[in-house]
């Protein structure tokens, strides 16, 4: 089967004028192309798929790596992709969504050691997360959405999930209330080494704890059956929290829910605040969730445009920025019951 490295020799030129005749991610004379195209022919030279793809952009291909679950996006979650992906284009990439697991390290060095991608973008970042150093090895162009613990010379933007804590236990307070049930990922994320959900509860217990309220947490996976487990616990308590705070799109909603079909009233009964959830998630729900949040939009693009600078070498800086969240309080929170 004839290689790029064949078709170079037969067309006198090098190995990289192949790629760029394939990609037109340069300028070659016509007479060149006229070269390399006919040595293609002759040697029935096939390009990889990939590379195919890249005659498409300007520029090339970003990988962006989210690493789904079973419970697949949530709103919220494809806004940002979809925001990223149309941030690369119009910056002249093509972006491609790679799903692999987070441990799936030997997939990832397989990713970047083809050379088919021009940078990564990393996002479901864990506080000791193994793709950083597989790209760090790689020497290629990464940026994430979301931080690890060592992050020194990582370009990242993020929420700034402390932030979002504090701002909602004080909307709370506010309210009058003085109970809290935290709606935190499950044991198993939170052994993984989920973000989020460490930086989160542990801004909402300084915060509860500052305003002498009390929190108990209640760990669930993020669907629908967690969100019902999440409103089974709260049910037990007694006296119950007046309001609950919800880390995760599914198992917020879910708790919602099954609080309505239970009897309960939101907010007259209990109230509920969402962090990290976008409008429109926000808004499909009834009622209509009170919410913590920063735009995922303009998260997408910041990211997007650093990894970019990176790329094309217009930018040696690490840069590093937390975004504030802005609190949208709708029909979920209410004064606390008497």
Do not use: C
């Not at 089967?1 to 190995?15: E, F, I, K, Q």
């Not at 793709?131 to 993020?158: M, N, Q």
């Not at 975004?323 to 949208?328: A, D, I, R, Y």
């Amino acid at each position: 089967m004839a290689t790029r490295d064949d078709v170079a020799r037969l067309a006198g030129v090098s190995p990289s004028t192949v790629s760029y005749v394939i990609s037109g991610r340069r300028t070659i004379s016509d007479a060149t192309k006229t070269r390399v195209l006919a040595a293609m022919r002759d040697l029935n030279y096939t390009p990889n798929a990939f590379a195919q793809g890249l005659a498409g952009a300007r520029r090339g291909i970003l990988a962006l790596h989210f690493p789904t679950s079973v419970d697949g996006y949530s709103s919220t979650e494809f806004e940002y992709v979809t925001a990223a992906m149309e941030r690369a284009r119009a910056l002249g990439y093509h972006m491609l969504l790679w799903s692999n697991p987070m441990t799936d390290v030997m997939g990832m060095e397989s990713l970047v050691a083809q050379k088919l991608v021009a940078g990564v973008l990393l996002m479901e970042v864990s506080v000791s997360d193994p793709r950083f150093d597989v790209l760090r090895r790689a020497k290629i162009p990464f940026a994430s959405i979301g931080r690890p613990d060592d992050s020194d010379d990582v370009i990242y933007v993020d929420n700034d999930f402390a932030e979002a804590g504090r701002l909602a236990i004080e909307h709370l307070a506010g309210l009058g209330h003085r109970s809290i049930m935290y709606i935190n990922v499950s044991q198993q994320d939170q052994a993984a080494g989920n973000g989020p959900a460490i930086r989160t509860a542990r801004a909402i217990t300084e915060s509860a704890q500052a305003q002498n309220m009390s929190i108990v947490e209640m760990p669930v996976e993020n669907n629908a059956r967690g969100g019902r487990q999440a409103l089974d616990g709260y049910l037990k308590f007694n006296p119950r929290p007046s309001a609950v705070v919800g880390l995760k799109e599914f198992a917020t909603a879910g708790f919602l829910n099954a609080a309505g079909m239970a009897g309960l009233s939101i907010p007259a009964d209990v109230s509920v605040v969402a962090l990290g959830i976008g409008d429109r998630s926000a808004e499909m729900v009834s009622p209509a969730l009170t919410t913590v949040a920063p735009s995922g939009e303009v998260i997408a693009h910041t990211a997007v445009d650093a990894l970019v600078e990176q790329i094309e070498g217009r930018s040696s800086d690490v840069i590093q920025q937390l975004f504030t969240p802005v609190m949208v309080i709708r029909e979920s929170s209410g004064i606390a019951p008497a």
